[in-house]
C-alpha cells in the first residue's frame, strides 16, 4: 500500500506543479530512475531522498506530512516486506582499498540502461575477510537499493558437512519478502521461480554468503537489472564467471600497512604506539591474515595493561602462528584444506582450538606471560597453525 500511495501522490503533486519528470530531476537532483520507479508504485524514498523531493517540490506543511506518512508505510500491505537481512557492519573495518575501488565500480554498473544483472564473487582463503568485504559493500551502498537487503549463510564449508540446500535459502527470502508460509511452494524449482517474479521489479541487494559451489547458488540468483548479487566463497566459481558473467573480486590477505592499522583500530593507538616493533612482529607472525589479527587483537585486549612483545615470543618459539592455504577449485572433493588435486596444501587457518594463544591444557607447555595472569603455551609444533 505505501509505495503504491507515495507513487500515486508524487505524481499528483508532480503534474499539479507542472513539472516534468525532467524538472524534477533537474531540481531535486534525484534520478529519473528513481522517481520514475517511485511514481509506478515500485520502490520507497530514503529519508534524504524524501527530503530532496519535498524540497523540490516547494510543499506545504500538510503535502509534507503526506509524503512522509505515505513513505513510512513502507513493508506493508500486499506489496511485500522490505528485508534488511544485513549482518552488522563492522566498526574497525581497516584497509581493502583496492577491492572497494573494484565493488563500487560495479555497483554503479547496477541498473544501468541497456545493463546486464551484476553478480560479484569475492573469492579467496579461509579468515581473509570475505564475508566482511561483502557485509561493509552491502551497507555503504543500501542508499542505492531502497527494496532491501537479503542475506544468508549458505554453510558451505562449515564443519558440519552440511551446505544449506538452496530450497531452504529460497523460503528463507520470500519469507523474508512477505510471501506468506501457505504461498512458498514445496519445489525448489518453482521458489525460484517465484523469487525471480517477486524480485523482478525491485531493486536490492542478495548477500550469498559461504556458497560452497555453482549448484548451490544458481538457483538464488535475482533476473532484475535493479538487483546486485555478492556471493562469496573459499571456491573459485568459475562457471559462474564463465556462464553467468558473475565478476571475480579476488582477495589476498592484508599488506602489512592494513594489517598494522587493522591491529591498532581493535587494540587502541595508545597501546599500539606503545610498543610498535611487537606489533610488527605480531601483524607478521598472524601472515598479515584478517582472522588471525583479529583473534591476536582480542586476546591483547583482554589482558589489559599488560605489554604485549610476551605475544611474540610465545607465537615464534611456537613455531609459524599461520600457514598458508589456497582456495580450491569448487570440483574437489577434498575440502579446502586438504591435499587435494591443486597440490601440497598450504594452510592458512587457526588451530582447531580456534583460541590464540593456545590453552590446550596439559598438551601444552604453559608459562605465563610477563605482566600478565593469563596464560599462553609454547606448544612445540605451532601453537596456531596447524
Ligand atoms: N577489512 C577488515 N577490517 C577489519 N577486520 C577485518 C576485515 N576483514 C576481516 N576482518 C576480521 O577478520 C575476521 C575474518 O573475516 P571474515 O570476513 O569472516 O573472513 P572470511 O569470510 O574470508 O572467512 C572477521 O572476524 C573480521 O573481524
Ligand atoms: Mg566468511
Redesign the pocket.
Known amino acids: 500500500m505505501g509505495r503504491a500511495e507515495f507513487g500515486r501522490l508524487l505524481r499528483e503533486v508532480r503534474l499539479r506543479s507542472l513539472l516534468t519528470l525532467e524538472n524534477l530531476v533537474e531540481m531535486s537532483g534525484v534520478s529519473v530512475r528513481a522517481i520514475s520507479d517511485m511514481e509506478r508504485g515500485q520502490s520507497l524514498p530514503r529519508q534524504a531522498t524524501l527530503g530532496e523531493l519535498m524540497g523540490a517540490l516547494e510543499l506545504d506543511e500538510d503535502e509534507r506530512r503526506r509524503f512522509v506518512e505515505a513513505a513510512a508505510r513502507r513493508g506493508q500491505g500486499a506489496t511485500g516486506r522490505v528485508p534488511r537481512q544485513l549482518p552488522p557492519d563492522?566498526a574497525?573495518?581497516?584497509?581493502?582499498e583496492e577491492a572497494l575501488a573494484t565493488v563500487y565500480g560495479l555497483t554503479a554498473q547496477v541498473a544501468e540502461p541497456g545493463g546486464h544483472v551484476v553478480v560479484a564473487v569475492i573469492g579467496?582463503?579461509?579468515?581473509?575477510?570475505?564475508?566482511?568485504?561483502?557485509?561493509?559493500w552491502a551497507h555503504h551502498v543500501a542508499d542505492h537499493f531502497p527494496d532491501g537487503q537479503l542475506y544468508v549463510n549458505l554453510r558451505g564449508f562449515e564443519d558440519t558437512g552440511h551446505p544449506m540446500d538452496p530450497a531452504e535459502a529460497l523460503g528463507g527470502f520470500l519469507a523474508a519478502l512477505g510471501v506468506s508460509d501457505l504461498d512458498i511452494p514445496r519445489g525448489a524449482e518453482e521458489r525460484g521461480a517465484l523469487f525471480r517474479e517477486w524480485t523482478a521489479s525491485r531493486r536490492m541487494t542478495v548477500v550469498l554468503?559461504?556458497a560452497r559451489d555453482e549448484q548451490q547458488v544458481r538457483p538464488l540468483l535475482p533476473a532484475s537489472t535493479g538487483c546486485l548479487t555478492v556471493i562469496?566463497s573459499?571456491s573459485q566459481l568459475s562457471s559462474l564467471v564463465a556462464v553467468e558473467g558473475a565478476r571475480p573480486v579476488g582477495?589476498d590477505v592484508?599488506t602489512r600497512e592494513?594489517a598494522l592499522s587493522?591491529l591498532a583500530?581493535?587494540i587502541g593507538e595508545e597501546r599500539y604506539r606503545a610498543e610498535p616493533e611487537a606489533a610488527g612482529a605480531l601483524v607478521e607472525l598472524c601472515g598479515h591474515l584478517?582472522?588471525a589479527?583479529?583473534i591476536v587483537a582480542a586476546q591483547v585486549s583482554v589482558t589489559p595493561g599488560s605489554r604485549y612483545a610476551w605475544s611474540c615470543g610465545n607465537c615464534a618459539e611456537a613455531g609459524r602462528c599461520w600457514t598458508p592455504c589456497r582456495p580450491v577449485p569448487a570440483e574437489s572433493t577434498s575440502g579446502p584444506c586438504s591435499r587435494g588435486p591443486t597440490g601440497p596444501c598450504r594452510r592458512r587457518q587457526p588451530c582447531s582450538s580456534g583460541i590464540w594463544p593456545c590453552t590446550r591444557g596439559r598438551r601444552c607447555r604453559r608459562r605465563r606471560p610477563p605482566h600478565s595472569r593469563a596464560s599462553a603455551c609454547g606448544r612445540p609444533g605451532g601453537c596456531c597453525g596447524s
Do not use: Q
Open positions: 563492522l574497525v573495518f581497516r584497509g581493502r579467496g582463503m579461509a579468515g581473509v575477510g570475505k564475508t566482511t568485504l561483502a557485509v561493509y554468503d559461504n562469496t573459499r582477495l592484508w592494513e587493522a583500530a581493535r584478517a582472522l589479527v583479529a
